[in-house]
Structures are given as C-alpha cells and as structure tokens.
C-alpha cells in the first residue's frame, strides 16, 4: 500500500489567496483526520471524518478554515483567505476501526 | 478534559537506554500510543499498548503503562543516532472512530 498521500508537499503563498490542500486516505480505511503542526501549538486536531462524513469539526480555528471529504478515496483543507498565522505543517491521518492512525508526509504551508 | 503532558527534551549517549515518559488525564482512554517524527517526515507507529496492560516489548522498544498514576513511558535500549527524533505519545478511544489526542512532543538526541 502506498500510504497516506498528501498534495502538494510545499505551498507558499501570499496573503488573501486561497489554499487548498489534498489527502488520498490508504484504501479501506473509514476515518481521515486533519491536523496541524506548529512549534507554538504542537499537534491540534482540526476535523475528523467516518464514512465520509465529517464528525467533529470543534478544532477548525475559524470560519476561512474548511473541509470535504467527497468520497472515500479523497479529502481537501481548504483555507480561504489565508493568513501569516495559518504557516504550519498540515498532516492528514487515515485509520480503520479500533486501529492506530497512519500519517500521511504533511504539507508545509508558508504565508507570505 | 483530556491533556496528554511529556518534557520537551531528553539527551542521551549512544548505546544507553532512553526512557520518554508521558503522563495523561482521560482514564476512560482505550489505548495508549507512541509515535516517532524524523525531520521533515509525519508521524511513524512505533508500538501501542491497550489499556488494560501492563507492559508491552517489542524488540528494543519497551512500554510500561502505570494506569493508576496515568502514566506512560517508552524505553529504548542501546540507543542508536538514528534513534534521534521527536517521540509523540497519544491516548485514543478505540471504536469505529479511534481519535487521538497528542501530547507536546519529545526532542530525543542521542550524541555519538
């Protein structure tokens, strides 16, 4: 299996574009989770999907923040404006029932 | 409320043991977790351990878990520099959406 795989790698972008970041889960697995990764913060768990639908989305930090899942192979973060303070490393995690989270390689996201 | 704590760093020489500790809050947690992060990488599954056990081994890697203090540890024996990284422990419920809550992070570096 090919793993969690995350797209793009590495964005950089100027403030006020829009952001979208992709996730393709490791086939058979029914939750996907998005979180972020900053110094300040650590890991924050932003939203968390089962089946496609999304669970608990109480970590999403404001309203520019948001995320679909529109099947089982494949989800989007999106952030729209972006900010300096949204900068971080954006990881998405895959899961079957009663088992442990594979990590998707991240997304570093720069703000300018 | 649920709050996963470990120290922020830890140095050791090549060829001792390492022992990371964590503690945790949520006793209704199902199984504990400990994760490795190489530099620019996501998080790696290094071994869990279910809540209701004591200790778990798994070739150099060895887990104690202390229920009733609520505390974790991963010891490592005979440090290698490879071993050097970042050491996330998490607590996860368990069920059809096994959602985990990360602690801050352990910056292990192992000197030559």
């Known amino acids: 299996d090919a793993g969690v795989i995350q797209s793009p790698r590495h964005e950089v972008t100027e403030m006020g574009q829009e952001v979208t970041l992709r996730c393709k889960p490791i086939?058979?697995?029914?939750?996907l989770f998005w979180y972020r990764q900053t110094m300040m913060r650590g890991l924050e768990l932003l939203i968390y999907f089962n089946n496609n639908v999304p669970i608990d989305d109480s970590g999403m930090p404001e309203d520019r923040f948001s995320a679909k899942m529109p099947n089982a192979s494949f989800s989007t973060l999106k952030i729209q404006p972006s900010e300096p303070r949204d900068s971080a490393v954006y990881f998405c995690?895959?899961?079957?029932?009663?088992?442990?989270?594979?990590f998707g390689n991240g997304t570093r996201l720069t703000v300018t | 409320g649920e709050d996963v704590e470990q120290s922020l760093f830890l140095s050791v020489r090549e060829g001792d043991s390492s022992v990371i500790n964590c503690t945790y809050t949520?006793?209704?947690?199902?199984?504990l977790y400990w994760y490795k992060q190489e530099p620019g990488a996501g998080l790696q599954l290094l071994t869990y351990i279910f809540s209701n056990m004591d200790m778990k081994q798994d070739q150099r890697l060895t887990v104690l878990l202390n229920k009733k203090d609520k505390h974790l540890s991963l010891r490592i024996a005979d440090t290698q520099t490879g071993d050097s990284a970042i050491y996330f422990c998490?607590?996860?419920?368990?069920?059809?959406?096994?959602?985990?809550?990360f602690g801050t992070g352990t910056l292990l570096a192992v000197q030559p």
């Open positions: 995690a895959s899961s079957a029932p009663d088992s442990p989270l594979h």
């Open positions: 949520d006793s209704s947690s199902t199984y």
């Open positions: 998490a607590e996860g419920y368990g069920g059809a959406t096994n959602k985990l809550i």
């Open positions: 086939s058979g697995h029914n939750s």
